[in-house]
């Protein structure tokens, strides 16, 4: 099969080694218009049970990637001054240039050619192809050449925030709310490398406005926030890597094909970055299409129907919860100061309603034993 792939991250890489792994026949090339070792941001989180599902559908990548993990056992919701450890859940972090340099190796050594700097603005550019994959982005210009085609909505949020790392390394997934005269900051960060943390800081419109970021040099904005995070950073620097203000696009797409090119990852769909799971989805993308040409070897329509088929319903639970956490975000200049820290703690624990109070009881005892102690009528 004749495979084109549209992006270099671990969408597109991964879907070219189960293919390539299950056909090495497979003519697979990957076109990426950055260089081979450019990338934005900083870590990558991936939650103790993304790993399970990686480690149970392939255990070879599991097991090449897992040395280079950070691994801890717990999160951590700093209110103010006040940190409310929350156990039970355990999350695992790389690089982001690590994990993508670690995913082109493996990729290459099985026979799939990457082209790096390769500007590709056109379907007619990749010339004739059995399969074109999409796994270009959240501002992917494939999905936006056909909006129609694919049935996309974008829905810009509120918030704004800025990806920042630090040189302090962090113990634990933390979630640092502080309030400030123009409004609540959050920062949410993570150690990635033993000297290194991911470092994301948000914040609602009306704060950014108040700040006055607009109007503010980068160097500004970095000392802004440095002040803002003096206590939780101890000393250290706040990194920037061509870091600058943004707004999450919430991605959809009602039809993932056409013909025969189809969308994965983030291209297909964008999960904030709130719930830690932008790359756990695009690499289950991987492994729904995979098994979808699996099923379907030699009907392309057939296969990409079974490919949305069976990664619709497990996705879009995560996607609905990662929107229902936006939402949590562009309100936390109300419920910050009004809730005490083992209440923000609960609160962020349960914002999607994925989690009830049992599973709070389950995973951390203790937090939930604090929290029926300040709502006591509630567990009578």
């Keep these: ?52 599902f990686l480690k149970a559908d392939d255990k070879e990548l599991h097991d090449y990637l897992a040395p280079h993990f950070e691994n801890w056992p717990e999160i951590t919701v700093v209110h103010n001054d006040t940190h409310v450890p929350v156990a039970g859940n355990g999350f695992a972090s790389i690089g982001r240039l690590e994990l993508l340099n670690l995913m082109h ?16 603005n056109s379907l007619a550019d990749l010339g004739p ?28 949020r509120a918030n704004r925030f800025i990806w920042y790392g630090t040189t302090k390394a962090f113990n634990s997934l933390t979630l640092t709310f502080r309030e400030t005269e123009q409004g609540v900051f959050c920062a949410h960060h993570y150690r990635y490398k033993p000297d290194r943390s991911t470092f994301l800081v948000e914040v609602q419109d009306d704060t950014w406005h108040r700040v006055g970021f ?51 990852g983030d291209a297909l769909r964008t999960a904030h970055f709130s719930i830690g799971s932008g790359t756990r989805l695009a690499m289950e993308d991987a492994v729904a299409l995979f098994k979808g040409l699996r099923d379907c070897p030699t009907d392309i329509q057939a296969a990409l129907q079974r490919f949305q088929q069976l990664r619709l319903p497990p996705m879009k639970k995560i996607w609905d919860a990662a929107n229902v956490s936006i939402r949590w975000y562009e309100d936390m200049d109300r419920l910050v100061p009004s809730l005490s820290p083992v209440e923000l703690a609960y609160s962020y624990m349960t914002r999607t309603g994925r989690v009830s109070h049992d ?22």
């Excluded at 190796?105 to 590709?120: D, H, T, Y």
């Excluded at 990194?239 to 696009?249: E, G």
Aim: net charge negative; hydrophobic share 45%; glycine share 6%.
């Design 214 to 264: 607009d109007t503010m040099s980068p160097e500004e904005t970095t000392a802004f926030c440095e002040r803002v995070f003096a206590k939780d950073l101890e000393g250290h620097a706040i990194i920037s890597n061509h870091s600058q203000w943004r707004q999450f696009p919430a991605v959809w797409n009602e039809r993932w094909s056409f013909e025969n090119v189809v969308l994965l």
């Design 129 to 156: 192809a059995d399969l074109i994959v999409g796994a270009n982005g959240a501002f992917s210009w494939l999905r936006a050449e056909n909006e129609e085609k694919f049935g996309t909505t974008v829905d810009w």
């Design 1 to 52: 099969m004749k495979i084109r792939i549209l992006g270099a991250g671990p969408a597109g890489m991964y879907f070219a080694s189960l293919m390539k792994r299950h056909d090495p026949s497979s003519d697979i090339v990957i076109y990426e218009r950055s260089p081979r070792d450019a990338t934005w941001g900083f870590g990558v989180v991936f939650s103790d049970r993304a790993l399970e």
């Design 359 to 380: 599973d709070v009881r389950k995973r951390d005892p203790q937090l939930a034993a604090a929290y029926e102690s300040l709502h006591p009528k509630e567990f009578a």
């Design 105 to 120: 190796a493996f990729v290459e050594r099985l026979g799939v050619r990457i082209e790096f700097e390769s500007e590709i």
